[in-house]
């Protein structure tokens, strides 16, 4: 599926001047984002109730709530949803939907479901059992567990809503020998480089979802570029990360 690409974005790229190098770093909109919430990407899976989503599969929520009827720790959580402009998923009473204004309108309380993996739900329940003292309930031990399942469903549909809202990035990073223009100054025109220059480094990534990967993106793909152009050694396509 086709992300859509976010109306404040605008694909930019960024020039670094080095010693012997000048790098150049161009983020844009990944349109071939894969869904983080599919069967594989061990996020769990987020079903929606409304005809209109993509989401939308009555009979794998009805499968997944039968089964959680039959478990000892569940695994289906109810989620709400907000939407003004842009979507917005969240867990019930969870720390993003429960500031959003005109609930009324723009949201439903009860709008689909997360449902955990087999892995996310042993997750919660070790993390749970490591909390309580041997003492605890089963009962006490359902809630610890149900807190954890929570606390790991909040992150995830951050994530989802980030790419329901098209914020999915790709970067590339090039590397070339210096060129000097006319002024006897080091050029800093993409351009220029890609028709006369000599390439350096060539490397790129995608898949990064959420404003906030961008940071990821630059520790994982940029910094060791530079870091190796530095060092003055060879770079080729695909340097490790």
Known sequence: MKTTTPTNFQASTRCIVLPKAVVFVTIE?????????????????????????????????????????????????????????????????????????????????????????????????QQAKEELPKTATHQQLVAAYDQKLRAIAIPV???YTAWCNGECYAITVKAYKPIVNLDQQVSEELAVYEELGEELANDSSCGFIGDESIK??????????????????????GVPI
């Open 29 to 125: 909109h990944d349109q071939d984002c894969e869904n983080p919430c599919e069967e594989g990407a061990c996020n769990g899976t987020i079903l929606s109730f409304n005809r209109k989503h993509i989401n939308f599969k009555p009979d794998e929520i009805n499968k997944a709530i039968k089964a959680d009827l039959k478990r000892k720790y569940r695994r289906v959580l109810p989620l709400s949803y907000f939407e003004h402009g842009n979507s917005l998923w969240d867990v019930q009473g969870g720390p993003i939907i429960s500031t959003c204004p005109d609930m009324r309108w723009d949201g439903v309380q009860f709008a689909g479901v997360w449902i955990a993996d087999a892995d996310l739900s042993k997750m919660a329940l």
């Open 157 to 159: 549909c951050q994530e």
């Open 216 to 237: 990821c993106m630059a520790e994982d793909v940029v910094q060791p570029v530079i870091d190796t152009l530095l060092e003055d050694k060879p770079v080729t396509q």
